[in-house]
């Protein structure tokens, strides 16, 4: 009699709901293991575009052209003996700056991974005023003009593909590699200014051919700077700290036009030496990839514990209906099929793209766990169900993963829903019954 208490008690649905339901949260462990393999792909992606990048040009930052001139303060006693003498340079930024760059893309690829390349044809010119030297305030400073020189901040020298030549009233002046002083940029390129008179005004011209990755980007250093973009590339992204006065992005590419005036940065025309930098006048264009499908495959992961917990209902369910006693074992294995969906979405997305990798992996789940259900249950109209709740979960989650915006408020809509439909479904059930 005890035995047969015990047994009845093991057969109990309360039971057998405390054992599924903690079933369903040990097999949350592999879905947390096939985050970390898909963590694993993403870095591997990532390893493969910077070693293309590195091989082709990185992304390209372009400032200047500045014209710097050298000086020396010399500081005397009583005696109009020289004491000391410091050196420094002092930084003239152009009155009007225009640039117009071209950007010309393709898509590398490497193995299973793409990467979205350009040349770019970037043409700058613009003007500067004579330099007004006294308002350094240094009474005692000389002033090298015969030492001046153009610096022009290029972040990648690598990407350079022509011998390019700033032209300085109607003056080719050849460039030499590499920044006369690193006050302003870390990398560039100089241009003596020789015999060149700087204390006048100066017209200037200079066109760049580059090759680089994913975005160009161009300091704003102008008193009043325009700023030109275009390409056949339809997804762009607009990035720093200024975004475009008028963009037309259509199915054939993009152009883009942006005017800064020296009134938006945080920084003057002229000064000495490292007192100001001017990263934060940045503004540029990022040519974007369709979304990463291992982005994507992660988001949708993170759903698992539904769909293990709704199906476990669902088998829970029809358990009590059909009379037919199924084993924790047979839940454990649907449990399986289901996470096995994400590693085939995963493996398939590298190769088709995720929407392709969706619908076969969802319809070879949904077919495996179908058939399985039929050889427990052998009742097709039960089967019939799990099979559209299957098809709606794998729905759901598709629509979920396409949305940005709404996807908070389209998911818990949908959980809404699913948590009414149980509830009504359950309302059926006589949990005192035994198996």
Known sequence: METKNIQQFMNSYSVKMILVGGLALVLLIPSFLIQNLIQER???SEQVKKELYSQWGEKQVIAGPVLNVPFTVT???EDSQKITEQHGVAHFLPESLKTDGSLYPETRKRGIYKVVVYQGKVNIKGSFVQPDVSQFN???????WEAAYFTLGISDMRG????PELIVNDQHCIVEPGVADTDLFPSGITVKAGSMDVKQPLDFNIELV???SESLSVETLGKISDVTMKSDWTQPSFTGGFLPENR???DTGFTANWRVTHLNRNFPQQWIGTKYTTHEATLGVELLLPVNHYQLSMRSVKYAILFIALNFLVLMFIEIKSKTRIHPFQYSLVAFALLIFYALLTSI???TG??????????AVTSLISWYSFSIVHDKRMVGQITLLQIGLYSFLFALLQLQDYALLAGSIGLFVILAILMRTSRQIKWDSEV
């Open 160 to 163: 350079i593909k022509n011998l």
């Open 75 to 77: 500081e005397t006693g």
């Open 42 to 44: 993403i870095t591997l």
């Open 349 to 351: 997305g590298e190769q």
């Open 248 to 250: 037309n992005v259509t």
């Open 354 to 363: 995720f929407n392709a990798a969706y619908v076969i992996s969802a319809a």
């Open 210 to 212: 580059l090759n680089s």
């Open 138 to 144: 240094l009474p005692n400073a000389q002033y090298h």
